[in-house]
């Protein structure tokens, strides 16, 4: 089993940032793909952005190409979200998920830690 486990969630102001974190344990293998995610009330689960443990390529949403940027730290088992100029509309629970394979869909992801809540004030 592998257990992910976010923090680093808050209430921030508009234009502020914030550093999430994402610490991993349990199975491990030799190459797998964190992924980053949202949801807003009443909206679906959206890919942030992703990194390949092994080499450390990435891949980011449109939406968020350019403010947020996505690291890991091997010796920690730890990714991070690295969240600049934030906006109101940033607001959701923020979710590190772990694939085999990677991608941009949730059904891709096989592991999910329970989040961790992202408020910016106006």
């Known amino acids: 089993q592998v257990q992910l486990v976010e923090s680093g969630g808050g209430l921030v102001q508009a234009g502020g940032s914030l550093r999430l974190s994402c610490a991993a344990s349990?199975?491990?293998?030799?190459?797998?793909?964190m992924g980053w995610f949202r949801q807003a009330p009443g909206k679906e689960r959206e890919f942030l952005g992703a990194?390949?443990?092994?080499?450390?390529?990435?891949d980011y949403a449109d939406s968020v190409k350019g403010r947020f940027t996505i690291s890991r730290d091997k010796a920690k088992n730890t990714v991070y979200l690295e969240m600049n100029s934030l906006k109101p509309e940033d607001t959701a629970v923020y979710y590190c998920?772990?694939?085999?394979?990677?991608?941009?869909?949730?059904?891709?992801?096989?592991?999910w830690g329970r989040g961790t809540q992202v408020t910016v004030s106006s």
């Open positions: 998920a772990r694939s085999q394979f990677g991608g941009r869909g949730t059904e891709m992801y096989r592991y």
């Open positions: 990194i390949s443990w092994s080499a450390g390529n990435t």
């Open positions: 349990g199975r491990t293998f030799i190459d797998y793909v």
